[in-house]
């Protein structure tokens, strides 16, 4: 399963602390071997200040051995520094357990107002603001997040936004209410982010859509954990230019998630043809089983081959980080979406092939269509005896059956101008209202 992994690839957009979830993962499916995940595991935490993790990594690897003296210099160094950045902010600390003040902290949201009620009534100092962001840094490098988190959002508030670490702190506080697993907090983060990256100039439109990118890709924790995260992956995604621009850029292996966001959301059946345009545009440099379903079910109309593309899908979604809790809906939507296109060709079919197609058993394709017939997801009957599902037919609603028949009018009125043009002098032509071949 090593072949569809994407660790590698989205591990290039994540901080360091973000890996740490992905690796254990990896671990637990044994997709690597352990030896290999620990040598891992080890080499991105000796970036990190996490030296205790790092010793029990080494110890895991090396049993027997002394921990290195390096390892054992660096913990005692990280923790005078801890203690040193802690010290430097004492008299914050102190006012911060004030009442009064975090009342106000509370209920202000205009930072300059709290800063000017800190300075006038408690002596705040403006310059150990940047004390507050070091202390911050310091305690997420050592995996301190909820406090790194309380500090931030203290700098945060305080700090204007051009500040030379106001970018950074929330880069910071996603990625802190992220690994706590706080995903309200996290899409308030997200949301913010998103708001600074796409109403600022950094100087550079390479910046820009590296910073995008970089989004993206922590988003995924947001979006395949917090409850709303299937519209809002779709939303944001696939729907917004600026970032499907990114995506296609840098990261079209993203496309993956995007597909299992729409398949798994039968609430939003027309975001399909979207998709397969995005698909069949960015099919020449990223295809994985999901994609490759999607393509065979909606574009080639090949049942048997979407049907082997499937089977791939379950082995993909098994072994990937985000994927793996949608395993069972998306592969139930899957069926779902192979057998009502297959029934939008036919309209009377064998309940043995139906259970061939959806790689299912003869009973359990019986008892599958049943319950989509009572669950009134199914206009069809079952005949038992024959062993055929017979579909309905539909009838149109008066409303549409108007857009139905009004479908065609855009096309039809551009080849009514285009023959015009042909038979009529240009001058003519210069007459014609702009918007009389505009759609409505």
Request: hydrophobic letters at 40%.
């Amino acid at each position: 399963m090593a072949k569809w992994d994407l660790t590698p690839k989205i591990a290039q957009y994540l901080d360091r602390h973000l890996v740490f979830p992905l690796l254990e993962f990896m671990s637990v499916k044994e997709i690597y071997d352990e030896r290999d995940m620990l040598l891992a595991k080890l080499d991105i935490v000796r970036n990190t200040k996490m030296i205790d993790f790092a010793i029990d990594c080494h110890k895991l690897l090396y049993p027997g051995t002394n921990i290195p003296e390096e390892l054992l210099d660096k913990r005692a160094e990280v923790v005078s520094e801890l203690r040193h950045n802690q010290d430097a902010i004492t008299y914050i600390r102190d006012i911060l357990k004030d009442p009064a003040v975090t009342k106000q902290i509370e209920q202000t949201r205009d930072g300059r107002t709290l800063l000017d009620f800190l300075v006038k009534s408690k002596n705040f100092k403006v310059e150990s603001l940047d004390s507050v962001y070091v202390l911050a840094k310091s305690q997420y490098e050592c995996g301190i997040y909820q406090a790194a988190t309380e500090y931030l959002y203290l700098y945060r508030l305080l700090v204007p936004s051009s500040d030379k670490n106001y970018l950074n702190a929330m880069w910071g506080q996603l990625a802190a209410e992220i690994l706590m697993q706080n995903w309200d907090a996290a899409l308030d983060d997200f949301n913010r982010l998103k708001e600074y990256i796409d109403t600022s100039s950094f100087g550079s439109p390479l910046i820009t859509l590296m910073q995008r990118t970089w989004l993206i890709h922590w988003s995924l924790f947001v979006f395949f954990n917090h409850p709303k995260g299937q519209d809002l992956i779709i939303d944001t995604l696939l729907f917004q230019k600026e970032n499907l621009n990114a995506i296609q850029t840098f990261c079209p292996h993203i496309l993956r998630y995007i597909t299992a966001a729409v398949i798994t959301n039968k609430q939003r059946p027309t975001v399909m043809k979207e998709l397969v345009r995005v698909i069949q545009q960015e099919t020449y440099q990223y295809r994985d089983p999901l994609t490759e379903f999607v393509e065979c079910l909606y574009v080639n109309f090949d049942f048997d081959r979407a049907q082997q593309k499937l089977r791939e899908c379950e082995d993909v979604l098994s072994n990937d980080f985000f994927l793996v809790s949608w395993n069972d809906l998306f592969i139930e939507n899957s069926r779902l979406a192979i057998f009502e296109t297959f029934c939008s060709i036919h309209q009377c079919l064998s309940l043995q092939m139906l259970s061939e197609k959806l790689n299912m058993s003869y009973i359990e394709a019986e008892k599958w269509i049943v319950n989509l017939i009572r669950n009134a997801r199914l206009d069809a009957k079952i005949d038992s005896q024959l062993g055929h599902v017979v579909m309905g037919t539909k009838k149109l609603s008066p409303h549409q059956q108007l857009i139905e028949k009004t479908k065609q009018l855009f096309g039809k009125t551009n080849y009514f101008f285009a023959n015009l043009e042909k038979r009529q002098p240009a001058s003519h032509l210069e007459k014609v209202p702009h918007w009389a071949v505009q759609p409505f």
